[in-house]
């Protein structure tokens, strides 16, 4: 059932985050390394989930398998197919059967719009419907909404620092809600585009507000994660790694401010520019550890 009440005061940091000791979430798995050695790792558990919107089927999905109610609340609202101001009467998961089915008070028969979807670039095979461009065109982001370069120094760093499943085991991607220079919300999944849907189903179902907010992603700035942005309704997205020309075009002609390559010290804006205020110099932010740079050049060296 979704949670009506307003979040007025100031969330936490992190106040969902990873869970990178939940043993449904990766496995052990003893290999060889380059010498031939035996090595111990832990690696990604990987699951389907088939996603029903009321009797109707919509969706299989490869998911890690945690948070499937944001999942796919988050999944419906990026393609159109729940309405703000739907009333969701139950959101029923079987783990056994690996569906989960959303219930709403308005009748729902997508039959025809699922004949319309586009295969994206995300990873483990994300899909946008035809008629989601179709909303995009008419979204309006908060012009007055900012991004302070202090702000984008301190969430890189609590964010890339922060336990997490990529560090426990690799072979994923992150997104985090952020508010000012505070991270609140943190999803993993095998897939980016799984990742943003979580955060879209977990800012509805708490009615948390978007103007305000600032997205950031592990992955690429592709079309798809621009779109999925916009639609949420915010105003920012951040990202280590790079852009898509696409992603570029798509963020200027909806205003986005688009922010790549956001590593230490160093990023680079390709759209939205006049939201950055610079009050910190580059040579005031803290550098990265080792350790971190490390990580950031290997996710993406992965990020397909």
């Keep these: 059932m979704r949670d009506r009440r307003v979040l007025n005061a100031p969330l936490p940091d992190f106040h969902i985050r990873p869970d990178p000791d939940d043993p449904r979430l990766s496995q052990p798995v003893t ?13 990604v558990s990987e699951r389907a989930l088939t996603l029903f919107l009321n009797a109707q089927e919509v969706v299989t999905m490869m998911t890690i398998g945690d948070r499937p109610d944001l999942l796919a609340v988050g999944y419906l609202l990026n393609q159109n197919m729940l309405r703000p101001d739907d009333v969701l009467t139950g959101i029923d998961y079987d783990e056994d059967l690996e569906v989960v089915v959303v219930r709403t008070e308005r009748a729902t028969d997508y039959e025809e719009k ?23 065109d008419e979204i309006a982001l ?3 909404a900012r991004l302070h370069t202090s702000w984008l120094y301190a969430l890189t760093k609590k964010i890339n620092t922060q336990p997490s499943l990529y560090l426990a085991a690799g072979a994923i991607h992150g997104c985090v809600l952020c508010q000012q220079d505070r991270p609140l919300a943190y999803m993993e999944d095998v897939g980016r585009h799984n990742a943003v849907d979580k955060i879209a189903g977990w800012m509805w179902l708490n009615n948390v507000p978007a103007a305000d907010k600032i997205f950031y992603t592990t992955g690429r700035l592709t079309s798809e994660m621009v779109i999925k942005t916009a639609l949420m309704g915010i105003p920012v997205l951040v990202s280590r790694s790079g852009f898509t020309a696409w992603g570029v ?14 590593r230490g010290k160093r990023f680079v804006v390709l759209s939205g520019s006049e939201r950055i205020v610079y009050d910190m110099a580059p040579g005031e932010a803290e550098d990265e550890s080792p350790r971190h740079r490390r990580k950031g050049a290997r996710a993406e060296e992965t990020d397909t």
Excluded: I, N, Y
């Design 142 to 144: 908060d012009p007055d």
């Design 114 to 136: 699922m004949k319309k979807k586009v295969r994206t670039s995300g990873c483990a095979q994300g899909t946008v419907f035809g008629d989601v461009m179709e909303r995009f």
């Design 249 to 262: 075009e798509l963020a200027r002609r909806v205003g986005l401010t688009l922010v790549g390559r956001a």
């Design 31 to 43: 290999g060889l390394d380059q010498d031939g050695k035996p090595v111990d790792l832990r690696v």
